[in-house]
Every structure is written in C-alpha cells, then in structure tokens.
C-alpha cells in the first residue's frame, strides 16, 4: 500500500498509508476502536475503494473492477467478523463454490482439497452439516477453509474471533497460529494480544486512521515508542 487514502464523506478514515508485506510474513494491525484497521483491510481487496494512492499484490496494481479484479480477489483471501458463510449450503459446498465456479476446477478435485482443508483447520467431520449446525468456533473455520481452497496468496482476518465466545477464540486462534507457522502471508486485524506476540512477525498500531508505529512483537509490547501506544497497551494490559 502505498500512499493510501480514503474518505468516508468528511471523515478521513485513511490517511497516507504506508505499508509492505513480505511473502510469508505475518503483520498483525491493532489500535483502538475507529482507527481505521478495519477499512485498512477492505481496501486490500477492495471491498472499499480508495481515493489516493495505489495497492499492488505480487507486483500487480489491484484493478478497479470487472474480471480482472475478481481474478485478483481470488489471490486474497479474506476472514470477517461474522462468518459470512452460505447457509443452505453444507460445508462442503462453502468450500467447493469458489474454487469450481472461479478458479474452474473438477468438483471431484474441489472437493478433495476440500475435505483436507476440513482437516486440516478441525472441521472434517462436519462436511455434510450445514453452518446452522456448527458452533460458532467450528463455522469460522469452516470459513478459513473456505479462503484457502482459492489458494491465495495473502490471508486477510478482519477481526475474525470478536463475535466468538471465549471458550471457542482458542480454537480458532490455533488455527491461525498454523497457517503462519506454515508460511502463509497474512495481515489480522485483532484485539488478540496474545496472538500477535505469538504469532507476528510485526505489529502494525493505528490510530486515527494513521500507522502510529511498526515494530516486532517484542519491541512492541515491551517498549512502544509513541505516547499514543503506550497510552492503548497500559490500558488493556492492565486489566
């Protein structure tokens, strides 16, 4: 992202960004609620249009719209909040749907990876199910395996264990911890600080739609170089 502006009417939700992602590194956003690191991620695969600068993937410049876009939407995946999954369809079929009908795929095929996917993130025995069946915990799995039966190159989690119950974050998180583990080039908007220091490569910290500061894990935690980061970590390490 490079120089990255963008406006909610008057509001300037970001402001000149700045920022570069290494294959295989894990950058893990945090900052206080309307810092912007929500709209940061939607913009990566344009879910919301920016009105300065410009967002390269693998050396391509992410297209406004059309065919080429949906091509380059299928490199990023990406994990919300809510789990955003088809409901009349089972496990399975979430999976499958994308890498048949865009990456055009044999279902048999699709489906294969699928079920190692499933494995892969817990959920295998639940294929046949659909999402209504699943606990909170397994359906946003089931929407991991879903991002990455496209095979993309960068994940996206927007948030991705704020509407779990506690019980069911771990889980989750675990998941997560894998794939970076694995290599897999993500960018994860969370409250999560134990994740961050686990799993980061670096922590990114917003505020006021701005990138306040960048550092690993360690220096980040341990000593944060602005009043703005200091003042959000004493105020939720403490409690």
């Given at each position: 992202?490079s ?26 956003v ?47 995946g ?9 409901a ?138 602005s ?13």
């Open positions: 992202m120089g990255v502006d963008k406006w909610f009417g008057e509001l300037h939700v970001l402001q000149d960004i700045d920022l570069t992602v290494d294959r295989g590194e894990v950058v893990v945090i900052g206080p609620s309307g810092s912007g690191k929500s709209t940061l991620c939607r913009t990566i695969n344009r879910l919301e249009s920016i009105e300065n600068g410009e967002i390269t993937i693998d050396g391509e410049r992410l297209p406004e719209e059309g065919k080429e876009l949906a091509r380059l939407r299928a490199d990023v990406m994990v919300f909040q809510s789990f955003n999954l088809f009349h369809k089972t496990v399975l079929e979430n999976v499958t749907l994308g890498p048949i009908k865009v990456r055009k795929q044999s279902k048999a095929d699709a489906e294969k990876r699928a079920r190692e996917l499933l494995d892969r993130v817990g959920v295998g025995a639940q294929a046949d199910k659909v999402p209504a069946q699943l606990s909170g915990g397994q359906q946003q799995r089931v929407a991991i395996a879903r991002a990455l039966a496209m095979d993309p190159k960068v994940m996206l989690f927007d948030e991705p264990t704020s509407a779990l119950d506690p019980e069911m974050i771990n889980e989750v998180l675990e998941v997560m911890v894998g794939l970076a583990q694995d290599g897999m080039t993500m960018i994860v908007v969370t409250h999560e600080m134990g994740f961050a220091r686990r799993a980061a490569n670096r922590v990114v910290f917003m505020d006021g739609g701005r990138i306040v500061e960048s550092a690993t894990p360690e220096e980040f935690f341990t000593n944060p170089s009043d703005r980061a200091k003042d959000f970590l004493s105020k939720i390490l403490n409690h």
